[in-house]
């Protein structure tokens, strides 16, 4: 995953927590309230946006720790999969570069096999 993606990722979840509780507070209580409730009071608009940002920023600072985390995670992947591209491209004995395995077809396979079962982290064996 690239850290763009990641990123929008983590924006649309934010954008979703904001979109919910404006569906909340301006359409939603007003129409199941009363329904469930036998004395609803309307709130003011006021409170009705204090809600919205309140629940806005705790969403976001919520989202603080999970984006530094997958961020190293993505910068650590993207190293290692330099690393494992360059040392399939050099032999480990000699240290004599490879021009056969520049292109060798079993490395886009292998990428993508470790990326199927989530083990982008692991080395590749040729």
Do not use: C
């Not at 983590?10 to 007003?30: N, P, R």
């Not at 190293?72 to 992947?77: S, Y």
């Not at 330099?82 to 570069?97: A, P, V």
Request: charged share 20%; net charge negative; hydrophobic share 50%.
């Amino acid at each position: 995953m690239s850290l763009k993606i990641f990123y929008a990722a983590s924006l649309f979840v934010l954008a979703a927590v904001i979109a919910l509780s404006l569906a909340w507070e301006f359409w939603l209580e007003d129409w199941l309230l009363p329904s469930l409730v036998s004395h609803h009071e309307k709130e003011s608009w006021e409170n009705r946006w204090e809600f919205v940002v309140t629940t806005a920023s705790f969403a976001a600072i919520a989202l603080i720790v999970p984006a530094i985390l997958g961020t190293q995670i993505i910068r650590r992947d993207q190293v290692l999969r330099l690393k494992m591209i360059r040392l399939s491209q050099e032999d480990h004995l000699t240290g004599l570069f490879n021009p056969d395995t520049s292109e060798h077809p079993v490395v886009p396979g292998r990428l993508s096999e470790l990326s199927r079962h989530r083990r982008d982290h692991e080395g590749m064996r040729l």
